[in-house]
């Protein structure tokens, strides 16, 4: 379940669902967080103080709004220490050998941004890029590994690097400069993380393999 659910099934204890969604979504707009946000938000005191707000509006006596603002608080400070733990954890490593192993890498890099508190946008992103490494990886070589880590503030962000073992990519510099056309559609993926990531790396060589290196800051 989403935050947002959380928070609603709070509020329906003594609430109605529609007047429960009702305060949620007014409180949102008042602190000017959205939906997407809640999971990843870290300062909760505005939009705690905007249900309070949005409860009073609502029928119901004052110690069960009491009730509900504790409980929310629990809530959500809940999930803070979780997504603190998370953060801790450090690198998130994806061995690709399969198509299955793509899918993990995408899910883990959605998960680990959305952690990091990325708007959806980002979220996309970030796991677009990773997913488009991932099958470069799986479509040209075979095998090879992604690692997924947190960059520790003031820059917080991420960096995913890949890396395998094969042939290296030819012509990078014609297909990092767009003046090169492959007919198996080879670099594409790699033209179109840089365009997505802030930070963009690769090393490569003939029969040396390739390590490319992609951030995305907050």
Do not use: W
């Not at 504790?70 to 400070?77: K, N, Q, T, W």
């Not at 962000?157 to 890949?162: D, H, M, R, S, V």
Request: overall charge positive; some cysteine; charged content about 30%.
């Amino acid at each position: 379940m989403t935050m947002f659910t959380d928070i609603c099934s709070v509020l329906g204890r003594h609430y109605s669902s529609i007047s429960s969604r009702a305060i949620v979504r007014m409180a949102m707009k008042r602190a000017g967080v959205k939906e997407r946000e809640l999971d990843g938000l870290t300062n909760h005191a505005r939009l705690l103080k905007e249900l309070r707000r949005g409860m009073e509006l609502f029928a119901a006596s004052p110690s069960a709004r009491q009730d509900c603002a504790a409980r929310i608080e629990v809530l959500l400070r809940a999930r803070r220490s979780e997504r603190e733990r998370e953060l801790k954890q450090g690198a998130k490593i994806v061995k690709i050998k399969t198509e299955q192993h793509i899918v993990e890498a995408r899910t883990a890099a959605r998960t680990m941004a959305s952690n990091l508190g990325f708007g959806r946008t980002d979220q996309v992103k970030v796991s677009t890029a990773v997913s488009e490494l991932a099958r470069n990886i799986y479509r040209y070589v075979g095998e090879g590994v992604m690692t997924l880590r947190y960059i520790a503030p003031p820059r917080a962000g991420l960096e995913i690097e890949a890396r395998d073992e094969g042939p290296g990519i030819p012509h990078i510099d014609e297909i990092l400069g767009g003046s090169f056309k492959s007919k198996t559609g080879m670099g594409l993926g790699i033209v179109g993380c840089r365009n997505l990531m802030d930070d963009f790396e690769i090393e490569t060589a003939p029969g040396a393999g390739t390590k490319i290196v992609i951030r995305k800051y907050k």
